[in-house]
């Protein structure tokens, strides 16, 4: 390139330099203009499809668990869910897989029943437990007792401390006042005529807490008490004809369900199944086990099936699942196909045809 023309380049240069920077600033400012006009459309996309989802999805009503209905345990969550069916979420205050008898709620559990809209009670051994959810409400609920009218069994629990050693008699005999208790039996759910009662109990208190609902609770509450009728000539059936008419159980929570239907029980423990046999006790099971020659011996999911399994072992019997439906930890399973199993194992037991 000849010297003269380098001072004309050069002018042309900067002048090509500033064109460039001006326009470089005009096409940021462009696209940020852009950037900012897609931010705009992105925002307003996501307004419509929220906007969209809200009318095509409303708020929860009753026909979509809006609405929370708590219950004491197991087998009155099962109750209360085939009759609420799809109208309300149905909980219980004692988690599945808990043994009602012994639990101590956490700090959730209060606040979750918070937002229910009715408790389904049973009172008895339970009303304690269940106050303490009642008085820790914020506002008022609807309290609906599902054992209202029910014929109550004494529970004839026996004394502790009766089988003490010889030196321990006197003391024994002084405490026997202040340990023994003969309370009603608080099983009744274990019967299926009394579910028949508690089914309407329960219903009759949604019924008229939830009169909007009242014709589907109605309908539900019809199939529910004939599934019960069928359960109860299941059992009347199954054990009209039987070799044996005593068992062996983990705890006393079968009189209902024995008294119903002829036969009798023996337990290991008492109304609570947490309370443990002495020696003595044990050796008196054994000796009964052995008197009544008896196969099987019983145990349940959710104890300690230790002194079953040792009685069964002392006796040469085997051991047999009999659930006092107290809570599961199957998801799968409810009230009726735990009594079904148990039907079927009464029947083994109990030598029927």
């Known amino acids: 390139m000849p010297f003269y023309s380098l001072p004309v380049w050069v002018g042309s240069h900067k002048q090509f330099s500033n064109s460039l920077c001006e326009k470089s600033q005009i096409f940021f400012k462009m696209q940020a203009g852009l950037n900012k006009m897609k931010w705009f459309v992105a925002i307003g996309l996501i307004a419509v499809i929220v906007a969209m989802g809200c009318i095509s999805n409303p708020q929860p009503t009753g026909q979509n668990h809006s609405m929370a209905i708590a219950t004491t345990f197991f087998p009155l969550q099962d109750l209360t869910k085939k009759i609420v069916g799809d109208t309300a979420e149905v909980f219980s205050i004692v988690p599945s897989g808990i043994e009602p008898h012994d639990y101590e709620p956490s700090p959730q559990e209060f606040v979750s029943f918070q937002n229910a809209r009715a408790f389904i009670t049973m009172g008895l051994e339970f009303e304690h437990l269940e106050g303490e959810f009642i008085e820790s409400r914020s506002a008022p609920i609807t309290v609906i007792h599902a054992e209202k009218g029910i014929v109550l069994l004494d529970g004839d629990e026996e004394h502790e401390h009766e089988h003490e050693e010889e030196h321990m008699e006197e003391h024994a005999h ?172 009464l029947k083994l037991a109990l030598e029927c045809s």
């Not at 019997?317 to 998801?331: F, I, K, R, Y």
């Open 174 to 345: 002084e405490e026997e006042h202040e340990e023994e208790h003969t309370g009603k039996d608080p099983h009744i759910w274990l019967s299926p005529k009394n579910m028949q009662v508690m089914a309407q109990n329960i219903s009759a208190g949604l019924m008229n807490a939830f009169p909007d609902n009242a014709t589907l609770y109605e309908q539900n509450t019809q199939q529910l008490i004939a599934n019960l009728m069928q359960l109860d000539q299941e059992y009347a059936q199954g054990l009209s004809q039987c070799n044996k008419d005593i068992v062996l159980v983990s705890h006393n929570a079968f009189s209902y369900l024995a008294n119903d239907y002829g036969f009798q029980t023996i337990h290991i423990s008492g109304l609570e199944p947490e309370s443990e046999p002495t020696p003595d006790q044990i050796r008196e099971l054994v000796d009964a086990a052995k008197e009544h020659d008896l196969k099987y011996i019983f145990y349940e999911e959710l104890v300690d099936p230790r002194v079953s399994n040792a009685i069964a072992q002392e006796v040469g019997a085997q051991t047999l699942e009999l659930n006092p439906a107290e809570g599961s930890s199957n998801p799968d399973e409810d009230y009726f196909s735990i009594m079904r199993e148990n039907l079927n194992h």
